[in-house]
């Protein structure tokens, strides 16, 4: 360990890690504040574009001697590439509005937005990607998995009885986070799996289910022990949602959704909000994860129960499908030539 100089003072160290902190905040500001330029300067030229494809009916060769050009003029810019002069024309297209890609779009790098441009075609939905992009921090990986994973169609999808028993904005935002398909594709079961075993992939996983749970979620434990008239129970999964301040407790179900489940889940629930809960805590959520369900038993299972509880399924029934179709060895390489080709085009 580095000790400091005897001459310096003693509260030295707590001053440099305040400058320290200051200086990482200014250089995220600043790269924010550079990407947000770049985006803006990028839409103005698809603007300027596709104007003048409208109203002088250039074609396709002006593209080509632009981007020769700016490429001679400004060699230390990566972004002036053809392809990427055609993403800035659709890029405005998609855009008409200045003040959107000012306050909204231009927050996310251009690599986001070229990957929104290519993968959703409704406005609705690519400025939903974008806004939890933001919120989240996402990566463009993990953008590009959760367009892949049709995370907009199935947020808030579960059925639940959250709105007859969970205060307002509690139950909005409740609602929210729960899915329906959980996507569980990057777990390796087969047919006869059972329960156990799908809780014990779901654990060696965490990391993906963490992400495909959605931000928020802290795990508490698996096979979580509840002491209840001298007897021992145990609960699937327990987590805590950190922006709902409630424990979240997971039963999952490799069938198809019964109604004693709702009794099963009531019972945790009930036993969680008595044990851990904290006063200051909200009321916990229990949620059912099953292999299907029908929408009608899951709304009678659930009418009348006064804890907060949703039913969702998993995606496990599709992995044998999807194991057939893996990509071969040279669609692989096909891909890392194309993402090769793509890095003179994208700015991260």
Not at 185 to 214: N, W
Not at 235 to 246: E, G, P, Q, S, T
Not at 285 to 309: D, Q, W
């Amino acid at each position: 360990m580095n000790k400091k100089p005897l001459s310096l003072p003693d509260n030295y160290d707590e001053f440099l890690a305040t400058l320290k902190k200051r200086i990482r905040q200014a250089q995220v500001k600043a790269a924010l504040a550079v990407n947000q330029e770049l985006v803006l300067l990028y839409w103005q030229i698809g603007k300027d574009i596709l104007q003048r494809q409208k109203q002088e009916g250039w074609g396709a060769k002006v593209i080509n001697s632009l981007a020769k050009d700016l490429k001679a003029e400004f060699p230390e810019m990566k972004g002036f590439s053809r392809t990427n002069l055609l993403y800035m024309r659709n890029f405005a297209d998609a855009y008409p509005d200045e003040l959107i890609v000012q306050q909204l779009v231009g927050q996310i790098p251009w690599g986001h937005n070229v990957r929104l441009l290519d993968s959703v075609k409704d406005k609705e939905e690519r400025l939903w990607y974008i806004q939890q992009t933001i919120e989240n921090g996402w990566s463009r990986a993990v953008l590009e998995y959760q367009i892949g994973s049709k995370l907009y169609q199935r947020q808030g999808k579960a059925i639940t009885n959250f709105e007859q028993v969970l205060p307002q904005p509690q139950s909005d935002l409740a609602q929210q986070i729960l899915k329906s398909p959980y996507n569980f594709d990057f777990l390796s079961l087969g047919k006869e799996a059972q329960e156990r075993d799908l809780e014990k992939a779901l654990i060696a996983h965490m990391r993906d289910f963490l992400l495909e749970l959605g931000v928020g979620f802290s795990f508490v434990g698996s096979q979580y022990v509840l002491e209840v008239g001298g007897q021992e129970f145990r609960i699937d999964l327990l987590f805590y949602h950190l922006k709902l301040r409630c424990f979240i407790v997971i039963d999952l179900k490799m069938g198809k959704f019964e109604p004693a489940f709702s009794g099963q889940i009531n019972f945790y629930v009930n036993v969680v909000d008595d044990l851990l809960k904290h006063p200051d805590d909200q009321p916990t959520i229990g949620m059912v994860l099953c292999k299907s369900k029908e929408n009608t038993v899951v709304e009678y299972s659930l009418r009348g129960v006064n804890t907060p509880i949703g039913v969702s399924t998993h995606s496990l029934e599709d992995i044998p499908e999807l194991k057939n179709n893996l990509p071969t060895v040279e669609q692989l390489q096909q891909e890392l030539n194309d993402a090769a080709a793509e890095i003179e085009r994208q700015i991260d």
